[in-house]
C-alpha cells in the first residue's frame, strides 16, 4: 500500500491540533513533543502543549513538577473545568502547557460510562483552539481510551519511529487504530507524518532502518531526521527544552528544521493577532 499525505484543513484561523503517538515506548515520542511545541514557539507561532500521559514526562520537561500541579488535563477532562484555568505558561517564548498528573491514569475507568467518551479531550481543547497558532499533544505510550481522545481530538498525527532494531513493531497496529478513529469519530484526521527518531551515524542498522521505512511509508515520512544526541537527554533534567538548554546541539537544530518542515508542509501562516483571543 502506498501512503499519501495530505494537508490539514482547518476551520477559519483554528490553530492546528496535532496528536505525538506511538503506542510503542522509547520512541521519542516525549521529547519530539516537547521539542517540536518548543520550537515552533521559538519561531514566533503561539503553541499550546498538553500533555496526556499520566507519567507527566512533559509536564517535568518543561520546568513543572507535576506534584506541584492542582489543576490539570485530568480536572478538565473529568470535573469539566475550563482549560484556561489549567494552562501554564512556560520559560520559552510563546509556549503555553496543559499538564498532566499522575491522577490521569485513573481517567480511562472514570470515562468508561460516560457518553461520548472518546471525544471528551476534544471538547475540552476545541473552546480553546483559536486562541492558538499549534496544538500538539503528547500522548501516552498505549492505544487506550486517553489517546483514541487525543487522536479524535486532532487534524493529525506524527508517529515517532526510532531508527532501530523492531523499528516497525506494531507500527502496523498504531495505524489500524489511526484508521478506526478517521473512520468512527475523525474522518477528517490526517497522518501528519512519520518522524524517524535515534538515528546514529555510525551504525549501518539506522541507515538499513530509514531505507526500509521510507520504502514502506514514502512520502509520509519526515525528510527531518533526529539523531542521537546527548543534549536532548540532558535537557528534560534541567526542565528546558533542548532549544533553551543548547541551541546549538544538533538535537534543537533537528527539531527546528523539523519544525519548519512541518510549516512547509501544511503552507502554514500565522493567525492575525487580530483573530486571536488574548489569554
Known amino acids: 500500500m502506498k501512503y499519501k499525505r495530505d494537508k490539514i484543513v482547518l476551520r477559519n484561523n483554528m490553530g492546528k491540533i496535532i496528536a505525538v503517538a506511538n503506542q510503542k515506548g522509547g520512541v521519542g515520542k516525549t521529547t519530539t513533543a516537547l521539542n517540536l511545541a518548543a520550537s515552533l514557539g521559538v519561531l514566533e507561532y503561539k503553541t499550546l502543549l498538553v500533555d496526556a500521559d499520566p507519567q507527566a514526562n512533559c509536564t517535568s520537561g ?21 482549560a484556561d484555568q489549567a494552562i501554564l505558561k512556560t520559560e520559552t517564548p510563546n ?19 460516560h457518553p461520548n467518551r472518546e471525544k471528551i479531550m476534544h471538547q475540552v481543547l476545541d473552546s480553546i483552539r483559536d486562541k492558538y497558532d499549534f496544538i500538539i499533544i503528547d500522548c501516552s505510550p498505549s492505544l487506550g481510551l486517553i489517546t483514541v481522545n487525543a487522536l479524535t481530538a486532532s487534524d493529525g498525527v506524527l508517529v515517532p519511529v526510532q531508527c532501530e532494531y523492531f523499528a516497525l513493531e506494531g507500527l502496523g ?19 501528519e507524518g512519520i518522524l524517524l527518531t535515534m538515528y546514529d551515524t555510525r551504525l549501518r542498522l539506522s541507515n538499513q532502518v530509514v531505507a526500509e ?6 512520502d509520509i515520512v ?11 537527554g540532558e535537557a528534560p533534567s534541567f526542565g528546558k527544552p533542548a ?35 488574548v489569554s
Open 62 to 82: 518543561i520546568g513543572f513538577d507535576p506534584k506541584n500541579v492542582t489543576t490539570s488535563i485530568y480536572e478538565c477532562m473529568i470535573n469539566e473545568i475550563p
Open 95 to 113: 509556549l503555553f502547557l496543559l499538564p498532566s498528573h499522575l491522577d490521569l491514569v485513573g481517567a480511562e475507568i472514570e470515562l468508561i460510562n
Open 173 to 191: 497496529k498504531l495505524l489500524n487504530t489511526i484508521k478506526i478513529v478517521q473512520k468512527r469519530l475523525n474522518p477528517e484526521m490526517i497522518i
Open 213 to 218: 521505512v521510507n520504502r514502506h511509508f514514502q
Open 222 to 232: 519526515f525528510e527531518t531526521i533526529i539523531h542521537r544526541n546527548t543534549r536532548l
Open 243 to 277: 532549544i533553551l538548554y543548547d541551541a546549538d546541539s544538533t538535537g534543537a537544530v533537528n527539531y527546528l528544521n523539523l519544525a519548519r518542515e512541518l510549516l512547509q508542509r501544511n503552507d502554514a501562516t500565522r493567525i492575525p493577532q487580530a483573530n486571536k483571543i
